[in-house]
């Protein structure tokens, strides 16, 4: 690390920040503006004005709204987000129960984009404009028109019909109960726990929700490393690698990909955000149990602070990977490093 | 307009015009006709529906228990829903509330996501860096789950929905126009519009702005595809328009209880939330190589 590269790290985190301000503020004025007091909403039509009157004091209604906002937002610092309106426990208990879930299916999807988007861009430039090559495209239109709901319906369809006895639903089989692992990863733990066969029945399970959220991503990936090995394939250091007699096998592997891999990793930052997004539909369709599924149920029933909670994580998400995504960059392009910026 | 003129020795040069030329790439590649056509299809099915759908009434809350779930066929071609409703006739009157939610997001998104990156771009200063600034905050806010939230905490509805939707997208075309903007308020010609004493506001509107008119389009258009898929993920979650209205992702919400069996309550849907993001997105490649922009 020198000092180019902190300091692009270091406006890159101040970014960030400013994210998860905004974020928070727009959340919370739509979270006040709305018709109907929360007070009442956690205790049902049947409680008198009196007890709500005090649920609301408790619950901090009663300040000025720049109070209750900076409350809101030392409270979620501190990562406290108060207590679910409609089960009464604390918000940030329950979604930490249920993040390791959304978690590996996000870890196993983004491992699935690298791994097929990656190498069937490389192989599209390759052999560009022949067959392999309009194929590839195809399916990456496929890819990118497909809605992920519809993927992942079909991809259930498909291992219902086909695969008789591949589970789809859940994240493992019910016999197993949910052993507890120190990671609450289900692949990890099984190793960890000496129990493979909870490994082999989790990664059975997380196959095809991985692939539908995954598919949009490896299109994009596809697409973007294509034209970026293109592009870079035409610059003179490439050609004069090739005129000094360098193999074309190492040409592409060792220069080229190293070169146009900053692009699709860029690109992944932004999918990142919709990753999030369609999590909630393929958590849906797959039963999955996770931190989306959840905050499907409690943006359904309108529990307030459990929106908040799921907003702001979902933002804190996709500020973490960037970051996560930003250092990869500033570790790969030398360019970053020296200018310290963009 | 060129004229066919013979090749002689002696022909004069054609030179033809840059529209004339951009019109000529676009025809020579199949795949943006193709793409035109499928969204001129789509076109003419939201604006005729109800004089080419072989079952126009089925659109709204008809009941037909005796022919519920009936398989594809000649009387229907794509199947009957769980109330024997023609699922055909659904998919086309679908398209009239995608193609709504797509006009009514990009009329609001478009306008002032380009109004934004114009300013920055060419004022530069501390509007470029407020504007730049906030776009690059809203870019990174999760779409899905904001369009979630707002809809379902105000109301969950077609207009709510737009709302939300609209609120994100403006983001994407801010970038654009700002990125073409600041390199063309570069450029010589808008120096000499300024010392020639045009006011900001022509140079805004009718230097920059056609320079800007290639992305813009071309970035529309692929986003009509995304806000098509985008609405009917919304509905299939059941927050987007009520029943019985028929949308293509609330139906494929319905269908997906009678899977297997009746798989043609998911087909007809997917079929068309398919058919209309494909054009939509061969269309906006072909534009892309027409103009030969980057978006």
């Given at each position: 690390?020198n ?12 970014g960030f920040?400013?994210?998860l ?6 959340i ?45 937002l030392?409270?979620a ?16 208990t ?34 560009r404009?022949?067959?392999a ?52 990863l ?51 250091h ?22 146009s ?12 955000a ?20 959840y905050g ?28 996560a995504i ?16 963009r | ?7 002689g ?19 020579s ?20 529906a ?18 519920r ?17 023609d ?18 997001v990009?009329g609001?998104?478009?306008p002032?996501g380009a ?6 771009g ?33 109301n ?9 939707i ?11 126009v700002?990125r ?15 010392l ?26 692929l986003?009509?595809?995304f ?9 299939f979650?059941?927050l987007g328009?009520r ?19 009746m ?11 398919f ?7 061969l ?13």
């Open positions: 690390m000092a180019g590269l902190i300091e692009f790290l270091l406006r890159r985190a101040v920040v400013s994210v301000l905004v974020l928070s503020l727009m919370f004025v739509l979270a006040r503006v709305v018709p109907g007091d929360p007070a009442r909403m956690a205790l049902g039509p049947a409680a008198s004005q009196d007890q709500v009157d005090r649920m609301r004091a408790q619950m901090g209604l009663d300040e000025p709204l720049p109070v209750q906002y900076v409350n809101f030392g409270g610092v501190r990562g406290d987000f108060g207590t679910s309106l409609i089960s009464g426990r604390d918000v940030t329950e979604v930490l129960g249920l993040l390791p879930a959304t978690l590996e299916l996000v870890l196993a999807t983004l491992a699935l984009m690298l791994l097929f988007g990656v190498p069937l861009g490389v192989l599209a430039a390759r052999y404009n022949r067959w090559d309009t194929v590839l495209r195809l399916v990456s239109l496929v890819g990118v028109t497909m809605p992920a709901f519809l993927a992942a319906i079909l991809l259930q369809l498909f291992a219902a019909y086909f695969l008789m006895d591949w589970p789809i639903l859940g994240r493992l089989d019910r016999s197993m109960g949910m052993p507890a692992g120190p990671t609450g289900l692949t990890i733990d099984g190793l960890l726990l000496g129990r493979p066969d909870v490994t082999l029945s989790a990664l059975q399970h997380l196959a095809f929700p991985a692939l539908a959220l995954s598919l949009s991503g490896i299109a994009q990936i596809m697409r973007i490393t294509r034209s970026a090995m293109i592009e870079h394939q035409r610059r003179d490439v050609q004069t690698l090739r005129s000094f007699g360098v193999p074309g096998r190492v040409v592409t592997f060792r220069y080229l990909l190293k070169l891999s900053v692009a699709p990793l860029t690109i992944m930052g932004l999918e990142f919709s990753l999030i997004g369609n999590a909630f539909v393929v958590e849906m369709v797959f039963a999955w149990g996770g931190f989306a599924s499907l149920e409690s943006i359904l029933q309108k529990d307030l602070n459990a929106i908040m909670a799921v907003v702001m994580l979902s933002g804190l998400f996709f500020v973490v990977a960037n970051l930003d250092v990869l960059i500033g570790l790969i392009d030398p360019r970053l490093r020296m200018k310290g910026g | 307009m060129a004229t066919a003129e013979p090749h020795a002696d022909a004069p040069v054609q030179i033809l015009s840059a529209r004339r030329m951009a019109w000529l790439r676009f025809r590649n199949p795949v943006a006709v193709i793409g035109a056509l499928m969204v001129l299809s789509v076109l003419f099915c939201v604006a005729f109800p004089w080419i759908t072989p079952y126009p009434a089925h659109s709204g809350n008809v009941l037909d228990f005796a022919n779930h009936a398989a594809p066929s000649a009387d229907h071609w794509l199947g009957t829903d769980k109330v024997g409703r699922i055909f006739t659904r998919v086309i009157y679908g398209f009239r509330i995608s193609l709504l939610l797509v006009v009514g990009l609001v998104a478009v002032v109004a934004l990156g114009l300013a920055a060419y004022f530069g200063g501390r509007t470029e860096f407020a504007i730049t600034g906030f776009t690059n905050v809203m870019l990174a806010i999760p779409p899905l789950v904001m369009a979630l939230a707002v809809g379902n905490i105000l969950p509805n077609l207009i709510n929905a737009m709302i939300a609209a609120l994100l997208w403006w983001t994407w075309h801010a970038r654009l700002y073409v903007a600041k390199s063309v308020a570069a450029e010589d010609f808008i120096e000499a519009a300024r020639a004493g045009a006011s900001h506001w022509h140079i805004l509107t009718r230097e920059i702005l056609p320079n800007c008119v290639a992305v813009i389009s071309v970035k529309t258009t986003d009509a595809a806000i098509i898929l985008f609405g009917a993920t919304l509905s979650l059941g328009v029943p019985p209205t028929p949308d293509l992702g609330s139906m494929v919400a319905d269908g997906r209880q009678f899977l297997p069996e798989w043609w309550g998911v087909l007809g849907p997917a079929l068309g939330i058919y209309a993001t494909l054009g939509f997105n269309l906006g490649d072909g534009l892309r190589d027409m103009f030969d922009v980057e978006v």
